[in-house]
């Protein structure tokens, strides 16, 4: 069956402008979670998605980051007036349930100019 | 806050030498253990998945280890190939986060 999907591949915007990056998880898969991966570094937990809300936002570095997941399927990671620190892969995962293995999305490379 | 390291950094054999990859970790409860593969530019790809209650899974070529109550696992690969030079990362589970490391990069010359 399909994998968890992620849009775009690549994004490269300017500094001060808002981004969108989508996440399609597989398919019946109730959690999902967003990770950050900087260059030479291993992924960090970003937030996690049990259903519509967000059980654990945590992770999400300060308040220009926003994500959401409205009918408990997609979820868009939000990054607003973007830094050139925002520069990195960003990862999707998505499991059964919280117990389940997590399956990784192949990313979304940001580059803010 | 857990804490994952991953020794040594870098690591390159000849090719049919066994590697061996280490990971420990500074809390040991954790629900489960996994290693994973990334190739440069690539997502991760699950290699083993060790839950807290086992002490080793293998995998064709492949065995892992855990001792969670000295916090470390190691990863064994065997009669390595070139087709082996990757990142490996290690990541434990706690209730439903991963916390990761920051990975063992291989390289397997021919």
């Known amino acids: 069956g399909a994998g968890v999907s992620q849009t775009p591949s690549n994004k490269v915007t300017e500094k001060g402008k808002y981004v969108e990056l989508r996440c399609d998880p597989i398919?019946?898969?109730?959690?999902l979670y967003w990770y950050r991966q900087s260059l030479g570094q291993g992924p960090e937990f970003l937030i996690y998605f049990q259903g519509t809300g967000a059980a654990d936002d945590s992770g999400l570095p300060n308040d220009r980051f926003f994500a959401v997941r409205p009918e408990g399927s997609v979820s868009t990671l939000k990054i607003q007036r973007t830094e050139r620190g925002d520069s990195a892969v960003y990862l999707c995962a998505s499991s059964l349930d919280p117990s389940y293995e997590q399956y990784f999305g192949p990313g979304t490379r940001l580059t803010v100019t | 806050k857990q804490e994952v390291t991953q020794i040594p950094a870098a690591l390159s054999v000849p090719e049919g030498e066994n590697l061996v990859l280490n990971c420990s970790f500074t809390d040991s409860a954790i629900y489960n253990l996994q290693w994973f593969r990334q190739d440069p530019g690539k997502g991760l790809t699950s290699l083993l998945l060790?839950?807290?209650?086992?002490r080793e899974q293998t995998s064709g070529r492949l065995n892992a280890s855990l001792d969670k109550s000295s916090g470390r696992s190691t990863l064994y690969i065997a009669a390595s190939q070139p087709g082996d030079s990757a990142t490996y990362l290690c990541?434990?589970?706690?209730?439903?986060?991963?916390?990761f490391g920051a990975g063992t990069t291989v390289t397997v010359r021919a």
């Open positions: 398919s019946g898969h109730t959690a």
């Open positions: 990541a434990v589970k706690d209730d439903y986060k991963l916390s």
């Open positions: 060790i839950q807290s209650s086992q």
